[in-house]
């Protein structure tokens, strides 16, 4: 299913009215990601299916920077539990997309993200997604405590009144 075209943009802004996005400040940490040719799809705009790339970028880069998970050797390992996004207008090659990062949860081996993803300059959402991470062990693949380091750099995206938008 395609997330532009005037009708599905309605249908999305339907589903989630202005008041329920939350604009560009209220992402504590933000990348630029820039579209690429081949991310466009057959109706010229950027595939749903890429969107969700964007936002597993924004996150483990975030935390790969942060000196909070090694992807290679790392005890623990964040496997994607649960995701959804809504899309709200288009993206198209060349556009720059800001990943605005949040956390809206923390438990003892889960965490709750919240991505917005901007157009170029905009303030608005063109997309809003989110995704749960269960830390697991790298071997036995079972539950396992978030790691100090891990925590600490969570802790600055936590938006303590975050209403799981």
Same mark, same amino acid.
């Given at each position: 299913?395609?997330?532009?075209?005037?009708?599905?943009? =309605?249908?999305?802004?339907?589903?989630?009215?202005?008041?329920?996005?939350?604009? =560009?400040?209220?992402?504590?940490?933000?990348?630029?990601?820039?579209?690429?040719?081949?991310?466009? +799809?057959? !109706?010229?705009?950027? %595939? %749903?299916? #890429?969107?969700?790339?964007?936002?597993?970028?924004?996150?483990?880069?975030?935390?790969? =920077?942060?000196? *909070?998970? +090694?992807?290679?050797?790392? $005890?623990?390992?964040?496997?994607?539990?649960?995701?959804?996004?809504? !899309?709200? &207008?288009?993206?198209?090659?060349?556009?720059?997309?800001?990943?605005?990062?949040?956390?809206?949860?923390?438990? %003892?081996?889960?965490?709750?993200?919240? #991505?917005?993803?901007?157009?170029?300059?905009?303030?608005?959402?063109?997309?809003?997604?989110?995704?749960?991470?269960?830390?697991?062990? /790298?071997?036995? /693949? =079972?539950? *396992? &405590?978030?790691?100090? &380091? @891990?925590?600490? $750099?969570?802790?600055?995206? @936590?938006?303590?009144? &975050?209403?799981?938008?």
């Amino acid at each position: 299913m395609s997330q532009s075209g005037e009708v599905n943009r =309605r249908e999305a802004s339907g589903s989630a009215p202005a008041s329920d996005r939350v604009p =560009r400040g209220g992402y504590p940490h933000q990348m630029a990601i820039v579209t690429r040719w081949m991310d466009n +799809d057959v !109706y010229g705009h950027v %595939n %749903n299916v #890429v969107y969700y790339s964007y936002f597993d970028t924004v996150v483990n880069t975030y935390l790969i =920077r942060q000196g *909070a998970l +090694d992807i290679h050797a790392g $005890a623990v390992i964040g496997l994607v539990v649960e995701t959804g996004c809504r !899309y709200f &207008a288009p993206f198209s090659f060349p556009d720059t997309v800001v990943a605005g990062l949040r956390v809206t949860r923390i438990g %003892n081996s889960s965490v709750r993200y919240q #991505v917005g993803l901007f157009r170029n300059e905009e303030s608005e959402p063109a997309a809003q997604g989110h995704f749960s991470h269960v830390y697991v062990d /790298r071997e036995t /693949r =079972r539950p *396992a &405590a978030l790691p100090a &380091a @891990l925590r600490a $750099a969570l802790e600055p995206l @936590l938006v303590r009144d &975050a209403d799981e938008r």
